[in-house]
């Protein structure tokens, strides 16, 4: 069984954001994808700031946090085990107990 791996990072802008899931889902480097918007105080009236929370394998970590960076400006990319059980709630989904 392969581990699971979450990663974060904020991108500025909902188009950069959707275009930035849509690349990684279509490269097939993430299970799943959850995409909200989060308070900034660097972002403008007209731009917002998305956070971007994905779950990948240990091996496709490496390739999405490139994927992520030649992207252009994103926010730190932060990666850590997932460590609840990948058929339960993950923690940052509604409901979780």
């Keep these: 069984m392969a581990a699971f791996i979450e990663v974060r990072t904020t991108v500025e802008g909902h188009e950069k954001a959707a275009v930035l899931a849509h690349e990684i889902l279509g490269a097939d ?7 909200d918007e989060v308070p900034s105080p660097s972002s403008s009236a007209e731009t917002s700031t998305w956070r971007l929370t994905l779950i990948t394998t240990d091996a496709h970590a490496p390739a999405m946090e ?6 252009g400006p994103a ?3 932060e990666s850590r085990p997932v460590t609840y059980d990948i058929d339960n709630y993950p923690d940052w989904m509604p409901g979780h107990p």
């Design 29 to 35: 480097l993430a299970t799943s994808i959850d995409i």
């Design 66 to 71: 490139a994927l992520i960076r030649s992207a």
């Design 75 to 77: 926010g730190p990319i």
